[in-house]
């Protein structure tokens, strides 16, 4: 047999190009060709297998890509366990595991001394949580909340590309291809974002409406409900506008300021820090009440 044809019927496939093949995969699996998210408009049917498959690939491939960073950095370290025990498995012919995610992290920051910030490290628990869920349990996600996150995945995708892995888009089509991608799905992701804000605006416009007609109904409702939960904090949450815990926390009127010289509504969201509730678009990712943000510079 030939040199040529040796090489023809060898496979070879980098950490790399097979993390950028998965990246690529998921990417075609969740996005149609309008890199609008599939079964997007149909708010019956999430399209589960798209989602799912979406998921799996978009996940393998980041931890290839984690892996491919080790490997420049010393070739051992993709595999699990401690320099000595890896060099003597290796040395006796034995090719160890390599490292799942959490090891992946921690050889990181010990070798490379690279370290993603806290809340890239949420945005990677909660895609390997899905992940898990697709894979091993049943599921239910808000899939403005699940697009959200993935379209932020793969932004951080494409920053460590770059900023790690230095990719020379020149020399990598597959690399080339998955920028292409994350900016346009990012275009539309914002596009779409600003609409639905638009319309939670509206709607909330029409809620402040509806609770003035109701006013005295909601209030009697609400200090029945004060009495026989011993005026429970949950009912109420801050004002952004008055400055006055006079923001109804739960029910048909959630985010309504009852205070009539105010008056006002917000979409409310709970702090990724304690979970109080704090204004914010519900569906988007959380973020850190005023009180938390306070106490975080004070550290």
């Known amino acids: 047999m030939s040199n040529a044809e040796s090489a023809n019927i060898k496979l070879e496939l980098s950490l790399l190009n097979n993390g950028l093949d998965f990246i690529l995969k998921g990417i075609d699996e969740l996005f149609d060709n309008y890199y609008i998210l599939r079964e997007y408009l149909n708010a019956a049917d999430i399209g589960t297998k798209s989602y799912k498959y979406g998921v799996l690939n978009l996940f393998s491939g980041f931890l290839l890509l984690l892996k491919e960073r080790l490997f420049r950095y010393k070739p051992e370290l993709i595999y699990k366990g401690s320099l000595k025990d890896i060099r003597n498995k290796l040395d006796s012919g034995k090719v160890p595991n390599t490292v799942d995610l959490d090891e992946a992290l921690e050889k990181l920051e010990i070798g490379p001394e ?14 390997q949580d899905v992940r898990n869920k697709f894979e091993h349990y049943k599921i239910s996600v808000n899939k403005y909340e699940l697009w959200s996150n993935l379209s932020k995945f793969l932004e951080l ?20 291809e998955i920028t292409e991608k994350i900016h346009k799905i990012d275009s539309v992701w914002e596009r779409v974002q600003k609409e639905r804000r638009r319309q939670f605006d509206r ?15 909601v209030m009697r409702e609400l200090e029945i409900e004060s009495y026989y939960s011993k005026g429970a904090d949950f009912l109420l949450t801050n004002c952004p506008d008055c400055n006055e815990r006079t923001t109804l926390a739960y029910g048909e009127f959630k985010g309504i300021c009852t205070n009539p010289e105010c008056g006002s509504g917000h979409g ?6 304690c979970g109080e509730l704090t204004p914010g678009y519900p569906w988007e990712p959380k973020f850190f009440c005023s009180s938390c943000l306070d106490w975080i510079s004070e550290q």
């Open 203 to 217: 709607d909330i416009k029409g809620k402040i409406e509806e609770f003035n007609k109701s006013r005295d109904r």
């Open 157 to 176: 995708i494409d920053k460590f590309l770059v900023e790690e892995l230095h990719i020379s888009i020149e020399k990598s089509p597959e690399a080339l």
């Open 268 to 273: 409310l969201t709970e702090c990724a820090k």
């Open 114 to 127: 690279f370290v993603f910030s806290e809340q890239d490290v949420k945005l990677i628990r909660y895609v």
